[in-house]
């Protein structure tokens, strides 16, 4: 019974390049939510998604980040233009039927 | 908006117990609590709905005051293995659909 899986799991970029983190939810889930965590920070809401859905975008930063949950595939969430500060860990988590949040294993993401 | 946890740090020898708290401003409709080790993604232990319910399993329980807007975790006869931070997340009763609100975060560290 696979977790979630996140994929890359480190990931390095140069200010300017994007960044494309992936994540495939618990089967049988189909709630996503994305968090940041700076490093010896706590956990940072981003974005939650359904299928297809964008229900709550408000932790989001305005610009250069968008996030999707396709009807096929996984959820992506996108940087465009990355700057140092974008450097984190991302993590993905999804919920079913009950309200409990599996976490994924996180992508690092590093800045150059 | 953010729930505030205390202590900040604790340190314990094996078989001592501790009590992390949780306390938000806003009214709540569930507390989930996770254990982070470094360098891996948080980990679910519990979550509480309001009703004012306490929940445990093994020697980890915790309550959950919907009046005072407060989660306690108790960890009793500490191990080795407690050792990492430990986050509340909070779900406000405006149905937020999911989004988890996450405090600062707890330090516990077990010595032999």
């Known amino acids: 019974n696979a977790g979630v899986m996140q994929n890359p799991r480190h990931l390095v970029r140069r200010r300017g390049q994007e960044a494309r983190l992936r994540c495939s939810p618990m089967k049988g889930h189909s709630h996503v939510y994305w968090y940041r965590q700076l490093p010896e920070e706590g956990l940072k809401f981003m974005v939650y998604?359904?299928?297809?859905?964008?229900?709550?975008e408000s932790g989001m930063p305005k610009e250069r980040f968008s996030a999707e949950f396709p009807k096929e595939g996984p959820s992506i969430l996108r940087i465009q233009q990355v700057v140092r500060g974008d450097s984190a860990a991302y993590f993905c988590a999804s919920s079913g039927v009950s309200e409990t949040q599996y976490f994924g294993p996180g992508t690092r993401l590093l800045v150059l | 908006q953010q729930p505030v946890q205390s202590p900040q740090a604790v340190i314990l020898r094996e078989g001592e117990d501790a009590v992390i708290n949780c306390s938000s401003s806003k009214a709540l409709y569930s507390v989930h609590w996770y254990r982070q080790k470094h360098g891996e993604a948080p980990v679910f232990l519990m979550i509480l709905l309001k009703g004012g319910e306490q929940k445990g399993h093994d020697k980890i329980s915790a309550s959950f005051n919907e009046k005072k807007q407060q989660s306690s975790l108790y960890l009793t006869a500490s191990q080795l293995s407690y050792s990492g931070t430990y986050f509340c997340g909070t779900e406000g009763q405006s149905n937020q659909g999911g989004k988890l609100i996450f405090g600062q975060g707890t330090e516990l560290s077990v010595k032999p």
């Open positions: 998604l359904q299928k297809e859905n964008i229900i709550d």
